[in-house]
């Protein structure tokens, strides 16, 4: 349900400045019948996947955000033996496995673990 009404913003008087912002709201005014624009749900944030795998040749990411792709992501070596790689992810909750060697891998510092649509648990993270 689409509401149409502006409400004012509490003890401040509406100055008429003629000036509007991008969503057509005035100076002092709240627009009901529009998005938030700074809603957490539009942002997107550098996330940091690191896996400890020493003895590992290859390691790549995959999950919900890269259309579980097992080749699409590589990650880097990092000189401790871990692996490491950053990537851009929406505000919400994202499913993912590590490919370690061709293998399918758990995250063990994963905020969680799920079934995916196969049944096959896949590592979870909250991003906010």
Known sequence: ???????????????????ADAQGASAGEYRLDQPDRYSAKRTAKPVQFMLLAPQAKEVYLM?????????SIPMQRQPDGGWRVEVTLPHGHHRYLFVVDGQPMLD???????????GRKVSLIAVS
């Open 1 to 19: 349900m689409k509401l149409g009404l502006v409400a004012e913003k509490a003890h401040q008087p509406q100055r008429q400045t003629g000036r």
């Open 63 to 71: 999950g919900d955000f890269n259309n579980w792709d097992p080749h």
């Open 108 to 118: 063990p510092r994963a905020y969680g673990v799920v079934r995916d649509a196969q």
